[in-house]
């Protein structure tokens, strides 16, 4: 670890796309911290500006070169700046940003996070500093400097994949798929713990594949339950969860286990068998509508997120009319919708038998409102229920929390009138909702459950 020497160098860093990037993130801001180095939020006043990008989809592709952009604009001003792009758009693009973004100094691969003080310093020094380390490498063991909560945390169990979709470049991008071993995610569990966080959210590409390269079999029950067995952890929440890896152990571990909340993100991409062929996913209409089926009766409250591509290859009027009217049936409660992205060196952007952008993004926006009036349903269903809320802070006279059937920075938060500090677990009486919050009532003095 870098020894912690004081630098007059002011450090401001972007974290673009999903949760395991941020973690990302937060392992570069503790060994720059550790180096001495100091971060600023206003970029304005730093001396380096890091960027950890994403490349997976056009859209995410779009606001890294937007956001590069308009940091670079710092680098006119009078003080002297320095621009890094780090992330999967630096993996994925290298050449291509070298060529059209002179602007950017240096470039970081997502083998090489560990590297970021050395980059910084040759970056300052005015030596070359692009890194591209070894993507497959073993998972980085290193601390974090954490930006949620603190009343929660993402902790990631694994990095890259190995499900070979034809639509997604994430291997490409990220690498194979490999476990972090389970002592070094408990030891890193507890250690959050300590410092007051009570809920932990699982992440991975694929967190049904947890422990399978290295232990020879599915781990994440077990891991689960080592989890819920750390004091002060009060909830465990799964991010992603691949449908066909789930088995019959996992369902009775988050059945049985009051620490997970029954929320799971399962993302099944579309519904209809033709499609998942084409997009190479392991499943069929039969065995997802089965899956869901045997989740609801075993798991009673459960509240299922789940993600769906919309004019993928495949897909004609017959096989959307489908995945809608399974959504009409299955009520899933959540639901990122996005329309297909045609992705470069991958299977599927080399397939003829797609809906033009248009019609994609017509449908895209079909099956959005289609899910807004089944969410209007489900929230409408909530109203009289008390619910165990974690507190998250204040929002003016407001404190601000979210249930078990909401996860940060992508579902409904509470708001309520009450005397509870961040990170307590209150109970909460749902007294009416919004397109974007829940209102309730504080119930004071009454033992706290889960609903």
């Keep these: 670890m870098e020894e912690n020497m004081a630098k007059d160098i002011a450090i401001h860093i972007i974290s673009l796309g999903c949760a395991k990037n941020l973690v990302n993130t937060e392992q570069m801001m503790l060994r720059l911290h550790n180096a001495g180095?100091?971060?600023?939020?206003?970029?304005?006043?730093?001396?380096?500006?890091?960027?950890?990008?994403?490349?997976?989809?056009?859209?995410?592709?779009?606001?890294?070169?937007?956001?590069?952009?308009?940091?670079?604009?710092?680098?006119?001003?009078?003080?002297?700046?320095?621009?890094?792009?780090?992330?999967?758009?630096?993996?994925?693009?290298?050449?291509?940003?070298?060529?059209?973004?002179?602007?950017?100094?240096?470039?970081?691969?997502?083998g090489s996070y560990q590297?970021?003080?050395?980059?910084?310093?040759?970056?300052?020094?005015?030596?070359?500093?692009?890194?591209?380390?070894?993507?497959?490498?073993?998972?980085?063991?290193?601390?974090?400097?954490?930006?949620?909560?603190?009343?929660?945390?993402?902790?990631?169990?694994?990095?890259?994949?190995?499900?070979?979709?034809?639509?997604?470049?994430?291997?490409?991008?990220?690498?194979?798929?490999r476990s972090r071993p389970m002592e070094n995610i408990i030891a890193e569990a507890s250690s959050l713990a300590e410092i007051g966080v009570k809920e932990l959210i699982l992440i991975a590409q694929d967190l049904t594949r947890y422990g399978t390269d290295l232990y020879g079999k599915r781990r994440l029950a077990q891991l689960c339950r080592e989890l819920s067995n750390i004091e002060g952890i009060e909830w465990l929440r799964l991010h992603y969860l691949y449908p066909n890896e789930i088995d019959d152990e996992l369902i009775d571990e988050v059945a049985s286990n009051p620490k997970i909340v029954k929320y799971l993100d399962i993302p099944i991409q579309h519904i209809n068998t033709e499609v998942l062929r084409k997009m190479?996913?392991?499943?069929?209409?039969?065995?997802?509508r089965e899956l869901f089926k045997k989740l609801r009766e075993?798991?009673?409250?459960?509240?299922?997120?789940?993600?769906?591509?919309?004019?993928?290859?495949?897909?004609?009027?017959?096989?959307?009319?489908?995945?809608?009217?399974?959504?009409?049936?299955?009520?899933?409660?959540?639901?990122?919708?996005?329309p297909y992205s045609p992705e470069e060196g991958?299977?599927?952007?080399e397939m003829t038998d797609r809906c033009d952008e248009d019609t994609a993004y017509e449908r895209a926006d079909m099956v959005r409102r289609l899910q807004e009036h089944i969410l209007d349903e489900y929230n409408a269903s909530r109203i009289g229920s008390i619910v165990k809320v974690l507190c998250g802070g204040s929002d003016g006279a407001y404190r601000v929390g979210r249930s078990a059937a909401d996860s940060p920075d992508v579902d409904d938060k509470v708001y309520f009138e009450g005397d509870c500090e961040k990170g307590d677990f209150v109970n909460v009486r749902i007294t009416g909702f919004t397109e974007e919050f829940f209102e309730g009532c504080f119930l004071a003095g009454e033992q706290v459950y889960d609903d």
């Design 37 to 110: 180095y100091y971060f600023v939020q206003d970029p304005d006043w730093a001396d380096v500006i890091i960027i950890n990008t994403c490349g997976f989809i056009d859209s995410a592709k779009s606001e890294a070169i937007d956001e590069i952009l308009e940091l670079a604009e710092y680098k006119e001003m009078a003080q002297p700046k320095k621009l890094i792009v780090t992330g999967c758009l630096a993996q994925r693009y290298a050449q291509e940003i070298k060529t059209e973004l002179p602007e950017v100094d240096a470039l970081v691969g997502v």
């Design 115 to 177: 590297d970021i003080v050395e980059v910084v310093e040759n970056t300052l020094a005015g030596k070359d500093a692009d890194r591209f380390g070894d993507k497959n490498a073993p998972v980085d063991e290193v601390g974090r400097f954490l930006t949620t909560g603190p009343e929660w945390a993402y902790i990631k169990i694994a990095e890259g994949c190995d499900n070979r979709c034809n639509y997604c470049a994430i291997p490409d991008i990220r690498g194979s798929f």
């Design 280 to 288: 190479n996913r392991r499943g069929s209409s039969e065995s997802y």
């Design 298 to 338: 075993r798991i009673p409250g459960l509240v299922i997120r789940t993600s769906l591509i919309v004019g993928h290859p495949g897909e004609g009027e017959a096989e959307f009319e489908e995945l809608c009217e399974f959504l009409r049936e299955a009520k899933i409660e959540r639901a990122g919708v996005f």
């Design 346 to 349: 991958t299977p599927s952007c």
